[in-house]
């Protein structure tokens, strides 16, 4: 298996894992992406040099993910995979903030570090949560939900849609990746060279694949409504899980619970 079948097989097991019968799968598809979208933006609303102060919030993706039963191994492929986005991003931050901040015994810790390490708790807590919830709600229910709350049907469909073709657009680039080993022989790798053809081939098929698929979408009636067999259906329940992890955001957000724990512990100690 190449390695674009196993990234897109490794995408594809997240809507195979949403199939189960969970505690978890069996809320609202709505509540689900509420608390997320509050936790997102409760993640992003700290100070660019907390560290600490965020650790706690870690308990929602880990509570959904064993809640979920979604493998901890193929969670942390998927961070691993992301993680050189999250590293480009504050890969300078060292080098233009030097200001001194933290002191370690003799050791001095500029703020650019601090950010650094902020921004990459941020992605952790980010996706991590991002992928719980599409393994625990499946892509298609998703856009469901966003659908039923006023999120325009434009932007649901195109959003299942560029979903759902990334594997046909990823089988056609595997496909033609085999096809060039095999015509080289297994010798070395592809020069620079040779991806400029590639690629402007892979943008032809996929052009042709997009007309093809349109057209048999016409000849099907399809109207842009994207239907769902998961019925959403509101209850108590729901309720009671948007109030409590949205109470435990305010309280992490208000209060810095690791030092608040700290100073009792130290308390509490002789």
């Known amino acids: 298996m190449s390695r674009i079948d196993a990234a897109l097989h490794d995408l594809r097991s997240l809507d195979a894992l949403a199939q189960r019968d969970t505690p978890l799968a069996r809320l609202d598809a709505r509540a689900k992406l509420i608390t997320t979208l509050v936790f997102v933006a409760v993640v992003v609303s700290f100070d660019r040099y907390t560290v600490a102060a965020l650790l706690p919030l870690a308990l929602y993706p880990v509570a959904l993910a064993a809640l979920g039963e979604v493998p901890a191994a193929s969670l942390m492929r998927k961070l691993v995979i992301a993680a050189p986005f999250a590293l480009l991003v504050g890969l300078f931050n060292p080098l233009l903030d030097r200001a001194p901040m933290l002191a370690i015994g003799d050791m001095v810790i500029a703020g650019g570090w601090v950010s650094l390490a902020s921004i990459c708790v941020r992605f952790v807590l980010t996706v991590s949560a991002a ?18 709350l006023g999120v325009p049907r434009v932007f649901t469909a195109q959003l299942l849609f560029l979903y759902r073709y990334a594997f046909v657009l990823g089988g056609e680039a595997s496909r033609m990746a085999t096809a060039r080993q095999l015509r080289a022989g297994g010798h070395g790798g592809a020069r620079l060279a040779t991806y400029g053809p590639l690629v402007g081939h892979l943008l032809l098929r996929a052009f042709e694949r997009a007309q093809r698929i349109h057209l048999a979408m016409i000849a099907r009636g399809f109207d842009g409504e994207m239907r769902s067999l998961r019925v959403l259906h509101w209850t ?21 619970l690791p030092q608040v724990l700290g100073g009792i512990l130290t308390g509490a100690l002789p």
């Open 131 to 148: 992928l719980v919830l599409i393994a625990v709600t499946g892509m298609h229910t998703l856009c469901a939900a966003l659908g039923r």
């Open 236 to 256: 108590r329940r729901d309720t009671l899980f948007i109030l409590g992890w949205c109470a435990f955001f305010a309280l992490a957000r208000a209060a810095d």
